[in-house]
């Protein structure tokens, strides 16, 4: 596997081939992440084109009281881990790099979907996250690009952003991997305490009841019970010792409430444990 630290070594790369299957990453991998990989490699195989994942803490996407100074940096395991999983070429910049200069533009993902659920309790995370794929797409010129649905906010900006500044790439939606009590598994569950760890699954579980609960209202179309519904979600894990920011049904397609006719749907919650805080879902 190929080691790329400059965006003229990674244009050489793409230069040499015609088809390019990419997993954006921040690294410190895990089993959900090496699922990406093999997809892309599924897609692409060796004798058709290359798999590339980049590894990249995007200062751009944290917030100033958020994790990016802590954030895992494990790069050797992480290539390792990359090479066995199929993976071609990684691109793993510093970040004068990427951002030579400050990054004064950025792609700003519209209001109604990246204000609300993440965006509004991590205020600019969505500009973040556009402006770097975005500048990853143009140096990688993906014709495919493979993204977990855990961060499902962050999928759906992606595929919004893709279609409307069209972007000549498909995005592919990748399972959620759990651990056996449901947890997702997260570059951040590694801040969990052992003690917050034997509790973290009570999230996904809280989400598979509130995705029951809704769907019982929703079928007897008492939409005006969802706001209690979810009250009630968050209650359960504020009893455990949790701090939900949210925890919500929505539709698939833009993350607005539920209404009559709507049948894609999907529950979405974000809570801290501890010091660490969790998203999850399930579409439903
Ligand atoms: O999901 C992530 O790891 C990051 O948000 C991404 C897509 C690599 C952009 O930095």
Redesign the pocket.
């Given at each position: 596997m190929e080691i790329l630290r400059t965006v003229a070594e990674l244009r050489a790369a793409v230069a040499r081939s015609t088809l390019r299957a990419f997993v954006?990453?921040?690294g410190n991998l895990h089993e959900g992440h090496l699922d990406l990989v093999r997809q892309a490699r599924a897609r692409v195989p060796s004798d058709q084109g290359l798999v590339i994942a980049?590894i990249?803490?995007?200062r751009l996407?944290f917030g100033p009281k958020e994790d990016f100074d802590t954030y895992p940096r494990t790069f050797e395991r992480d290539c390792e881990a990359l090479e066995l999983a199929g993976c071609d070429a990684v691109f793993a910049p510093e970040e004068r790099e990427l951002y030579p200069e400050p990054q004064a533009f950025t792609v700003q993902p519209p209001a109604a979907i990246a204000n609300i659920l993440e965006g509004e309790h991590r205020p600019g995370f969505f500009t973040?996250?556009a402006t770097?794929?975005h500048k990853?797409f143009n140096v990688v010129q993906p014709q495919v690009a493979l993204?977990?649905k855990k961060?499902y906010q962050?999928l759906l900006v992606?595929r919004h952003m893709v279609r409307q500044m069209s972007l000549p790439i498909e995005i592919v939606g990748v399972e959620t991997r759990r651990a056996a009590d449901g947890l997702a598994l997260s570059?951040r569950n590694g801040y969990l305490r052992p003690e917050d760890r034997q509790e973290a699954g009570a999230l996904s579980a809280a989400l598979r009841q509130l995705a029951q609960d809704t769907r019982r209202a929703i079928d007897a179309g008492d939409f005006n019970a969802l706001p209690n519904i979810e009250a009630a979600a968050m209650a359960v894990l504020r009893d455990r010792g949790w701090r939900p920011d949210y925890l919500t049904v929505r539709r698939r397609a833009d993350l607005l409430p539920p209404a009559s006719g709507d049948e894609a749907l999907v529950v979405l919650g974000a809570a801290k444990l501890g010091t660490t805080r969790l998203i999850d879902n399930f579409e439903y």
């Open positions: 954006p990453t921040m980049s990249f803490v995007n996407q973040g996250v770097v794929v990853l993204f977990g961060d962050q992606i570059s």
